[in-house]
């Protein structure tokens, strides 16, 4: 099996939810919990990548920070999106299994069992 990465939150039900899939499947990722150790512009610009999504759509649009940088402005570009996110890493939507080239967001957790399977 490839190596697995979790983008986690532990404060996040869904992240926990996640991980105690895997951990359930005798699968032990690595661990990353983003907050404490943001992702680069860089980084994000993978994970994009990975996912097959836009930088809007891994924005979680419930944050305040979405609201006060005035995220929902559609003249946003996807490198300014991209620094909003690795300046303010709770814009992130979590949890986010990556698995070799390949990235799901776990929104259900079981959503993640996509790429384990």
Do not use: W
């Amino acid at each position: 099996m490839t190596d697995l990465t979790l983008y986690h939150n532990p404060r996040c039900s869904k992240s926990r939810g996640a991980l105690e899939l895997l951990e359930a499947r005798g699968l032990t990722p690595t661990v990353v919990r983003y907050l404490d150790t943001p992702l680069t512009a860089a980084q994000l610009t993978d994970l994009l990548r990975k996912l097959n999504i836009s930088a809007r759509q891994l924005l979680r649009t419930g944050e305040e920070d979405y609201k006060t940088l005035n995220l929902a402005d559609s003249s946003l570009s996807e490198d300014q999106l991209i620094t909003a996110m690795a300046t303010h890493p709770k814009l992130i939507e979590r949890p986010i299994l990556v698995a070799g080239d390949k990235a799901v967001i776990g929104r259900p957790p079981e959503k993640i069992l996509e790429l384990v399977s």
